[in-house]
């Protein structure tokens, strides 16, 4: 199994910030993590940071899964959160 914060790489999108997850990674578990950020479980999205989010869209298959998010949010704290997020995938 690999961390989250291994296998992900983070780019500007066309409409805002583009997480892109390769390796060992399904559709699935992306949702799932997706959830928990998005409800506040996981441990590396504060609320104050869920706020700024508007939309965060999955797409992609199995072995390459693209996270779309927009809103408020700069690359740089992307990378932060998923710098410290030790989620396994």
Do not use: H
């Amino acid at each position: 199994m690999s961390k989250m914060n291994e296998i992900s790489t983070v780019c500007e999108g066309e409409k805002g910030v583009e997480v892109v997850l390769s390796g060992d990674v399904t559709v699935k578990q992306t949702l799932q993590m997706v959830e928990e950020c998005s409800t506040g479980s996981c441990s590396c999205c504060t609320p104050t940071f869920m706020e700024q989010i508007t939309k965060i869209d999955v797409a992609g298959q199995d072995g390459e899964v693209r996270i779309q998010i927009e809103g408020n949010v700069k690359l740089e704290e992307i990378e932060k959160n998923l710098s410290s997020c030790n989620k396994e995938v």
